[in-house]
């Protein structure tokens, strides 16, 4: 077997020679608004441009990663275990699999992503576990992501999957067909499945600030494209949302505790549910 296939880490057309820290990078933005240490100066600084506009932009972070971790657990406690979880970002513990597996250790995670860094770090973050891989492709390019050796050699299509598209879509410009490459990721998929999505949203903040916000990621390497409501919705066509809670800001989803009637908690940009397959 060739180191490639040891390591379980799988490239797709990137090197990591081609780390761009010559501009911000949205998942290396997202690791600063949790706190995380993997990121560049110029990821801080238009980081810390966009909580200027947006100061519950690190709220907003958490809170979307606390959706993640319970979206997880309640696909695994529908049955489901294997996953694909597109959009990875960089390694935050506890990673998907990890909360998986504290339900059933024999969950198989297979990790998408476009950043070479995160693929420098899923060796170590991971998928040194095993039943775990990590496949370096885009999400602009569904099919190439559901034939990738990454996938292919750990999930089994014939049963339930849980594709995992959190706080990734709004980085696919609607000229890039986003609905389209949601339908071509999930119409492989057999009945049962799940889909686990967030997206942040047009509908809370001040249009003057938004675009400003639009402005700074305009300038990274995926500029942001925030939807209503009712576009978001769309994505989970041919999809039953598990209602309650239906389609929600991250902290409503399912929370694990009465959430505080905090107005910056009600305020969130974000939209997240989980849809079964019909």
Same mark, same amino acid.
């Given at each position: ?21 010559? @501009? ?60 694909? +979880? ?14 998986? @597996? ?16 995160? /693929? ?20 602009? +390019? ?50 049962? /499945? ?36 009712? @576009? ?45 397959? @019909?």
């Amino acid at each position: 077997m060739s180191d490639e296939g040891r390591t379980g880490v799988h490239s797709a057309g990137f090197t990591a020679e081609q780390i761009d820290t010559g @501009r911000p990078h949205p998942a290396r933005m997202y690791d600063y608004y949790l706190g995380g240490q993997d990121n560049y100066e110029v990821d801080r600084a238009a980081a810390e441009r966009v909580i200027e506009l947006l100061p519950d932009i690190r709220t907003a972070a958490r809170e979307n990663r606390g959706f993640l971790r319970r979206a997880t657990r309640a696909v695994v406690g529908r049955g489901i275990r294997q996953i694909i +979880d597109i959009g990875t970002g960089i390694p935050t513990s506890p990673n998907t699999h990890e909360v998986a @597996r504290a339900t059933d250790p024999d969950v198989r995670v297979a990790y998408v992503d476009n950043d070479p860094i995160v /693929s420098t770090y899923a060796g170590a973050k991971l998928i040194n576990d095993g039943n775990a891989e990590f496949a370096l492709a885009d999400l602009r +390019d569904p099919a190439s992501i559901l034939a990738h050796p990454a996938v292919t050699e750990l999930i089994d299509l014939g049963r339930p999957v849980a594709l995992m598209l959190v706080a990734i879509l709004h980085f696919i410009d609607d000229a890039d067909d986003p609905a389209g490459i949601v339908a071509a990721l999930t119409e492989p998929l057999p009945p049962g /499945s799940c889909l686990v999505l967030s997206h942040g949203t047009s509908d809370f903040h001040d249009p003057g600030r938004l675009r400003a916000v639009s402005d700074v990621y305009r300038e990274a390497t995926a500029a942001l494209t925030l939807r209503p409501r009712a @576009r978001v919705l769309e994505f989970f066509d041919g999809f039953d949302l598990i209602d309650p809670p239906g389609l929600v800001q991250p902290p409503f989803w399912q929370p694990e505790r009465p959430v505080p009637e905090d107005p910056v908690l009600h305020g969130l940009g974000f939209y997240c549910g989980v849809g079964v397959k @019909r």
